[in-house]
T-cell receptor, first 113, second 118 residues
Framework: DAKTTQPPSMDCAEGRAANLPCNHS???????VYWYRQIHSQGPQYIIH???NNETNEMASLIITEDRKSSTLILPHATLRDTAVYYC??????????????FGTGTLLAVQP | DSGVTQTPKHLITATGQRVTLRCSPR?????VYWYQQSLDQGLQFLIQ???????AKGNILERFSAQQFPDLHSELNLSSLELGDSALYFC?????????????????FGPGTRLLVL
């Protein structure tokens, strides 16, 4: 499985966009980039995922670089309730390792009032 | 609310005991996954069931077992409990992919069961 690298922590002002980076330089062609978040010991919450193209949903946008070696999760207008640990996960679409999600240490996003 | 339910929310027990954690997947999901989150190990995959059959296994101890019933709910059984088994246990569910490719299917997590072994 490709490994991911995320900064351990980030701050963001309430109402501003939060841009969370993730490096996955060893990603292969059939591997998806998934983002989850975990708010203080609650169950991980699915945010968004993508393969090659940028994706947007009601929660966030995912920007994947053309070479797919890095991505950025964008929360357009962060609120205090977005304070959480954000996990970037690279996951093969096919093959024996696809069943599980491999969580790293993630980025603790602290949204400041 | 992900639609995945887990009971109980909290469980306190003693070393050597056995407990059962229960999970009900989202409506329509055939696959259930179990994860353990401890302070020192982070979130780790334990096991997956699909339509009643074991599909994939992760770092699950021999003292732990799971099953998925015909109504698709799943139970995780933890026996001979040790202090180190204290953790959050999460269940997730997903649909089955059309043509293999489990990696394309999003897993949705329940609220978890917090287990404390004293």
């Amino acid at each position: 499985d490709a490994k991911t690298t995320q900064p351990p922590s980030m701050d963001c002002a309430e109402g501003r966009a939060a841009n969370l980076p993730c490096n996955h330089s060893t990603i292969s062609g059939n591997e998806y980039v998934y983002w989850y978040r975990q708010i203080h010991s609650q169950g991980p919450q699915y945010i968004i995922h993508g393969l090659k193209n940028n994706e947007t949903n009601e929660m966030a946008s995912l920007i994947i670089t053309e070479d797919r070696k890095s991505s950025t999760l964008i929360l357009p207008h962060a609120t205090l309730r977005d304070t959480a640990v954000y996990y970037c996960i690279v996951r093969p679409a096919y093959g024996g390792a696809t069943n599980k999600l491999i969580f790293g240490t993630g980025t603790l996003l602290a949204v400041q009032p | 609310d992900s639609g995945v339910t887990q009971t109980p929310k909290h469980l306190i027990t003693a070393t050597g005991q056995r407990v059962t954690l229960r999970c009900s997947p989202r409506s329509g999901d055939l696959s259930v996954y179990w994860y353990q989150q401890s302070l020192d190990q982070g979130l780790q995959f334990l096991i997956q069931y699909y339509n009643g059959e074991e599909r994939a296994k992760g770092n699950i101890l021999e003292r732990f077992s799971a099953q998925q019933f015909p109504d698709l709910h799943s139970e995780l059984n933890l026996s001979s409990l040790e202090l180190g088994d204290s953790a959050l246990y999460f269940c997730a569910s997903s649909v089955a992919p059309d043509r293999g490719g489990w990696g394309k299917e999003t897993q949705y997590f329940g609220p978890g069961t917090r287990l404390l072994v004293l």
